[in-house]
């Protein structure tokens, strides 16, 4: 599966944005989803998943409440709204394909490239 991230932008905390994940081929269904952000200097650190069904996500504690993960399997789609931002939020944005649904980028198969985000104070 292919996988293209979009929606970054520079937004003012306290603000909203709402990324995309477009995945090619009919197996998106199947798949586990994640999202992943990295800041320059700093490791690649878990964000959300979400399971093929869609009913169920996981959030890391530092956004839980604040952003949201959604997919339209029929759409080869998922979402990631992002509310009540922070500074340090900022960071490139991946989407990610794999077999579990994990907080471990190694277990995720496939990638999407980065879709950046700044957040001014």
């Known amino acids: 599966v292919q996988l293209q991230a979009s929606g970054g932008g520079l937004v003012q905390a306290g603000g909203s944005l709402r990324l995309s994940c477009a995945a090619s081929?009919?197996?998106?269904?199947?798949?586990?989803m994640g999202w992943f952000r990295q800041s320059p200097g700093k490791e690649r650190e878990f964000v959300a998943y979400i399971v093929p069904t869609g009913g169920r996500t996981y959030y890391a504690d530092s956004v839980k409440g604040r952003f949201t993960c959604s997919r339209d399997n029929a759409g080869n789609t998922m979402w990631l709204q992002m509310d009540s931002l922070r500074p340090e939020d900022a960071a490139f944005y991946y989407c990610?394909?794999?077999?579990?649904?994990?907080?471990?980028?190694?277990?995720?198969?496939?990638w999407g490239q980065g879709t950046l985000v700044t957040v001014s104070s």
């Open positions: 081929g009919r197996a998106f269904s199947t798949y586990d």
């Open positions: 990610a394909a794999g077999r579990f649904a994990s907080t471990v980028a190694g277990l995720y198969d496939y």
